[in-house]
C-alpha cells in the first residue's frame, strides 16, 4: 500500500541554526503534500502545504520543497526558535485531488537555546 | 466558532465494553476523517466521510464503525474494545477535499 517515509525521527539544534526534515512517498498519484506542527499534548496544526504543480513555497522561516520526479518533499525551517520544538509531520495525499492523508512518522524537532 | 469537538477526552474501558466517540464541527465542512495516533506511527486513518450520508474506510478501519447523518457529526464507535485500540484518537475536518484539516484536541483512549 501507499506510505511515507519520514527522517530523522529526532533533531536537535542549537537556537538559530537552520533544521531540515525529509519526507518520501511512494503513491505517484499524491498531489497534496501538508505539514503539521503537534506541540506536545495539542492537536497537529497545520504549517505550511505544497501541491503538486509547485516545486517550492515559502512562508516567513519556513519552506517546503517538492521534488516529484523523485517523490521526496522536505521542510526547511531557518533562524530555529525555542518554540519551534515540537513534532512535525509529513503527509502526502492518497490519490489526486483528495484530503485522505498518508502521514509520516513524525520527527521531534529539540531547538536548545 | 468552536472549530472540531471531541468527547469524551479520556476514557477508560475493560476489554469487551462498546463505546462511542462524538465529533462534532461547526465549520460547515463537508469533509471528516478519524484518525488514530500511536508512539512512532504518526497519525493512522480509520474512516472518513465526504459528506452526509458517505463514509468510507482509511489505512486500519477494523474494530471501527462510523456513520455520518449530519453535516455536523461523525461519531467513531468501538463495538468490542480491545487494548490493540488503546491510542489517542483525533477528529478532523475540512472544508473541501483539498483544503486544510482541522483537528480536534484529542480523546485518550485506554482498554485495559
Known amino acids: 500500500g501507499e506510505n511515507v517515509e519520514q527522517h530523522p525521527s529526532t533533531l536537535s539544534v542549537q537556537e538559530g541554526d537552520s533544521a531540515v526534515i525529509k519526507c518520501t512517498y511512494s503513491?505517484?498519484?499524491?498531489?497534496?503534500f501538508p505539514w503539521y506542527k503537534q506541540e506536545l499534548g495539542k492537536r497537529p496544526q497545520l504549517i505550511i502545504d505544497?501541491?503538486?504543480?509547485?516545486g517550492e513555497k515559502k512562508d516567513q522561516r519556513i519552506a517546503v520543497t517538492l521534488n516529484k520526479t523523485a517523490k521526496h518533499f522536505s521542510l526547511h525551517i531557518t533562524e530555529t526558535q525555542p518554540e519551534d520544538s515540537a513534532v512535525y509531520f509529513c503527509?502526502?495525499?492518497?490519490?489526486?485531488?483528495?484530503?485522505?492523508?498518508?502521514f509520516g512518522t513524525g520527527t521531534l524537532l529539540a531547538v536548545q537555546p | 466558532n468552536a472549530g472540531v469537538t471531541q468527547t469524551p477526552k479520556f476514557q477508560v474501558l475493560k476489554t469487551g465494553q462498546s463505546m462511542t466517540l462524538q465529533c462534532a464541527q461547526d465549520?460547515?465542512?463537508?469533509?471528516m476523517s478519524w484518525y488514530r495516533q500511536d508512539p512512532g506511527m504518526g497519525l493512522r486513518l480509520i474512516h472518513y466521510?465526504?459528506?452526509?450520508?458517505?463514509?468510507d474506510q482509511g489505512e486500519v478501519p477494523n474494530g471501527y464503525n462510523v456513520s455520518r447523518s449530519t453535516t455536523e457529526d461523525f461519531p467513531l464507535r468501538l463495538l468490542s474494545a480491545a487494548p490493540s485500540q488503546t491510542s489517542v484518537y483525533f477528529c478532523?475536518?475540512?472544508?473541501?477535499?483539498?483544503?486544510?484539516?482541522?483537528f480536534g484536541e484529542g480523546s485518550r483512549l485506554t482498554v485495559l
Open positions: 503527509a502526502a495525499s492518497i490519490g489526486g485531488a483528495t484530503n485522505k492523508l498518508i
Open positions: 466521510s465526504v459528506g452526509a450520508g458517505i463514509t
Open positions: 505544497i501541491r503538486s504543480n509547485v
Open positions: 503513491d505517484s498519484a499524491s498531489n497534496y
Open positions: 465549520m460547515n465542512h463537508e469533509y
Open positions: 478532523a475536518s475540512s472544508f473541501s477535499r483539498t483544503g486544510e484539516l482541522f
